[in-house]
């Protein structure tokens, strides 16, 4: 693996890893728009059951008033006990909503936090592969100057084979041999 590889192979996990907490950064807003949105919708939801009961209650006290002008006690009193149960619906309808919707957020902010730690595993995978690869490259590195040396030996005339094998160094001016 050359120098230029390496260095590709580094710019790529760069851009990997950007791109990783770029898709996080977006799971994190597109998860609080969302919450956000549904604690609106209940909002209204319940601005909307409020207004509907405040408009049954006066409809009914309307009815009422008319049932008991023309004496239909027996009518208003069933009208009543159905608004009751209506309204008791409602009310029910309304809390399991509202139960739904922190359901949703908790597991929104979940999947919020499992984005930010695969991210973070991501970025430490990429950071120990960036180290591997300088390191081993270092270590290339240093067995390519010192074959240069060698070679710049050999070719000074200082380094020869020895008649009697192995290598042999000229210094002090007398060959000395390696082993």
């Known amino acids: 693996m050359g120098q230029q590889d390496v260095e ?3 710019v790529q996990v760069g851009m990997f890893a950007h791109n990783l907490k770029e898709l996080s950064d977006r799971v994190v807003m597109q998860s609080h728009q969302a919450t956000q949105r549904m604690s ?5 939801l319940a601005l ?7 408009q049954a209650v ?15 006690g027996a009518a208003t009193s069933h009208v009543e006990k159905r608004l009751i149960a209506c309204a008791g619906k409602i009310e029910i309808s309304t809390n399991e909503l509202e139960q739904r919707i922190r359901a949703l957020s908790m597991m929104h902010i979940a999947n919020a936090w499992k984005a930010f730690i695969a991210a973070t595993l991501g970025s430490v995978a990429v950071i ?3 180290v591997y690869a300088v390191w081993h490259a270092h270590q290339n590195l240093q ?5 240069e040396q060698l070679n710049a030996a050999e ?10 094998g192995g290598i042999c160094v000229y210094v002090d001016k007398k060959w000395v041999r390696l082993n």
Do not use: F, M, Y
Not at 58 to 72: F, N, P, S, Y
Not at 156 to 164: M, N, Q, W
């Open 128 to 130: 120990a592969a960036t």
């Open 143 to 147: 067995q390519v100057q010192w074959a």
């Open 155 to 164: 070719a000074a005339g200082k380094l020869v084979p020895c008649s009697e």
């Open 48 to 54: 909307t059951a409020e207004s509907a009961g405040r």
């Open 8 to 10: 590709t192979l580094a």
């Open 40 to 44: 609106q919708t209940a909002q209204n």
């Open 58 to 72: 006066e409809r009914l006290q309307q009815t009422a008033a008319d049932a008991i002008v023309a004496g239909a």
